[in-house]
Every structure is written in C-alpha cells, then in structure tokens.
C-alpha cells in the first residue's frame, strides 16, 4: 500500500510540473483535473473521505468546467475556434 | 593641498555636470543633424565643448542596454526569490512536529472534548459535520453568506450591461418598456455558441444526470451520518446542472431552475439558517432548554440542526456555482 502511496504521490509531482510546462492551455486544465483526481484519492488515504469528496467534486468537476469555459471565452479551446475565425 | 583638492573637485564636478574640458584628440562635429529630435541635441548651454552629463550618458546607455539588463536582472531575481521562499518554507517544514503524534500542540483539550462528546453533544455520526455544522456553525454561515453575496454581485454586474443594451435595442417580442424580471427576451435571440445536436453528450447525460443527482442528494441528506455534507453535496447537485445545461441548453435548466427560483431558494436557504441558528445560539448561551430534539445518533432523523442546515447549505451553493456557469457563459441566468 506504501508503494502505492510514492507512486500517487509521484504522479502529483509529475503533474504539478507538466501543468506549468504544457504549451497548450486545454492540455494544462486536463492535467490539473487528474492532479484533483489523484489527490481526492490520497484524502481517501490518508483517511479524511469529507475532504476527497468535497475535492473530487469541485477541484476535479467545477473548477475544471469554470477553466474550460474562460478558455472558451478567450478562444484557446483547439482547432475548432481556430477553423471558425 | 588644498589647491589640489579643490582642482580635482572642480574636475570632478565638471565631469558630472558635462562641463568638461575639450580634449585633445576629439572631432567635433561641426553641425548637429537638423533631424534630431530635441532631446538628443547638444545643448550649448557653456561656451566649452558639450560632454552628456551623467544623467544624459544613464539615458542613452538605459536606452541601448536597457531591456537585456532588465530581462536578466528579472529573471535571476526571480529565480532567487522562488530559491529563498522554497528554503524558508521545507526549513519550516523540517521543524515542525511529527504528523500524528500525540504530544502535538493540536491535540488539546478540545479536540478531545470533540471526540469524546461530539456524538451525544451534537447528534450528529459523523463527526466533521457536528464540528461545522454545530460547533462552528456560525463560520459556517459566514461561508455560505459569502458565496450567496458573490453570486447576487455577479448577477448585478453582469445582468446591469445585459439590462442596458437590451434597453437600448428592444427585441421585436419584448415590449420594450421596462424590465421583465421573469422572461429576458426570447430564447431564440441568446447566442448559443456550439449548441449542435451533439447525440453522445445527450445520451450520456440522460443516463449520468440522474445518478449524478441522488448521489448529490445523498450526499446532502447524508451529512451527519456519513462523509460529505452540504458543500460536497451542492457542489455535486451543481455540477449536474451544468452538464444538463450543456447537453440539453440553457433554456431547458432556465424553465425550472432562473434566475428568481436562484434568488429565492438561496435567500430562504440563508434566513432559515440564520433563523434557526440564531435560536440555537440563543438558547446555548442563555441556558435554556432547546426543543429540538437531538434524535438517536445513528438516525437519518437525528443531530438536531444538522440535517436542515446541510440542505440550506447545498442549495446556496448548487445555485452559486451553477450560476457562476451560466452567468459567466451566457451573460444571464
């Protein structure tokens, strides 16, 4: 279980830095929706379930649709926005 | 000596001031370019040769070096600053005390009277939401009527512009006169961005949405039993909102859920906790017996004020962040 703790906890650090080197803005808040998935399930861990759900439902649910929506605003979603200018 | 002294000085100040003496070797120039604009030319304030004053020679050298200075003075500045912020806070973290130990400073007195009394104290099994909800309860207040406030604010701001411009174009269905607070022109004249008929989101929405839904509602009426509560649970409940909203358009969530069932259920939500609270409170300190009954522990209808106020809690903030959405995507509720 301990290993599976390091490899969580590896995969938060990988993701934290990805976010911040990833050029594509749709690609960051994708990455940091897993980091809110991933740490959801370290609160389960680390045996505090009132703060994994309260985590999985805004950082990884509201939160990301708020980002998508600011990207759509500023017309950073992808190709498509592109195609249509 | 003291001659010297006051020659170099002389010397000195001449240098600083651009009055120096004219030097052997120079070329003067004999006329300035006629294009130069005024800053840049040499002015013949002295008889003697004009040399830049200081300030003048920081200029032109600001001006050539200027940027690629800045830019590497920034970023090793910056770099210095992350260095000495990441050091200060893994030496605080070095210093502090090993998680859960038991002669932490957090493990007082009150912690213990939270796990020891907690349950037949506030009714409530689980014991963060006896803490947030009974204990804490007005911190829990102060939270919701925070939210609530930011989402009347956004609402005033953006639905202000929204009012005007459609004052000033009146639609062929509004009568243009006044402000219809409960039908804001129709539907047909919302820009809808990407609303194809998208066959997989509709579909999957038909199925998720009502799962989504009872997993918030159970979450919400579940608070004091088991882990959630009434922030998780609207936040849950909102999020289902959004992807009806989404999948189906705003127009079919505005038929039940606009922007006056927002504001009611929101401001009912916060005056019966307020209310009820405020009783509680009263009761508490004037120590006088509460006739709302604590309930066996273990109950769905148990921890007194818990479960009421888990619900006016996930209401607020349902419509909150729901309506964060739709403002901030259509302009409008």
Redesign the interface.
């Known amino acids: 279980m301990i290993i599976v703790e390091w490899l969580l906890l590896l995969f938060l650090i990988v993701c934290a830095v990805a976010v911040s080197i990833s050029k594509n803005l749709l690609n960051s808040v994708i990455i940091f929706m897993s980091y809110s998935l991933v740490m959801a399930v370290i609160w389960v861990l680390l045996r505090s ?2 703060l ?3 985590e999985a ?2 950082g990884a ?2 939160t990301s ?2 980002f998508f ?2 990207l ?2 500023i017309g950073r979603m992808g190709h498509k926005d592109k195609e249509e200018k | 000596m003291n001659e010297e002294l006051r020659r170099i000085w002389q010397q000195f100040y001449d240098w600083v001031v651009g009055n120096g003496p004219r030097p052997e070797n120079e070329v003067v120039p004999e006329e300035p370019p006629p294009d130069l604009p005024f800053a840049q030319k040499p002015k013949d304030k002295y008889s003697r040769f004009h040399e830049a004053t200081l300030k003048e020679r920081y200029n032109q050298w600001l001006e050539i070096h200027g940027l690629h200075l800045f830019s590497v003075l920034y970023s090793g500045l910056s770099v210095l600053t992350c260095l000495v912020i990441v050091s200060l806070l893994l030496a605080t973290v070095a210093e502090l005390p090993p998680f859960g130990d038991e002669r932490n400073p957090a493990h007082n007195e009150v912690i213990r009277r939270y796990v020891e009394h907690g349950g037949h104290e506030t009714g409530a099994q ?1 014991i ?1 939401a006896g803490l947030i909800l009974d204990y804490r309860a007005f911190d829990t207040f102060g939270e919701s009527a925070v939210l609530f406030t930011a989402a009347v604010s956004v609402l005033m701001l953006l639905g202000a512009s929204r009012r005007n411009s459609l004052k000033d174009d009146p639609s062929p269905h509004s009568d243009g006169e006044g402000w219809d607070f409960l039908n804001r022109g129709p539907p047909a004249l919302r820009h809808h ?2 609303r194809q008929d998208d066959a997989i989101l509709r579909g999957v929405a038909t199925l998720s949405i009502p799962v989504i839904i009872m997993m918030g509602c159970v ?1 919400v009426i579940n608070g004091h039993l088991s ?3 009434g ?2 649970g609207g ?2 409940l ?2 289902a909102l ?1 992807l009806a909203a989404n999948a189906y358009g705003f127009e079919r969530v505005h038929s039940f859920f606009n922007e006056r069932t927002f504001i009611v259920s929101s401001s009912t939500a916060l005056m019966i906790y307020a209310l009820s609270k405020g009783y509680s409170f009263f009761t508490g300190a004037n120590h006088i017996h509460s006739i709302i009954p604590k309930g066996t522990v273990g109950d769905i209808l148990s921890g007194g004020l818990i479960l009421p106020l888990n619900i006016c809690v996930g209401l607020i903030v349902a419509g909150t ?1 729901y309506g ?2 739709a403002l ?2 259509e302009g409008d509720m």
């Open positions: 379930p009132d994994a759900i309260t439902a805004v649910g509201v649709v708020l929506l600011a759509r605003k | 689980n963060v961005v990407f979450v882990p959630g509560g922030f998780s936040a849950i909102s999020t959004i962040l964060f959405y901030f995507s």
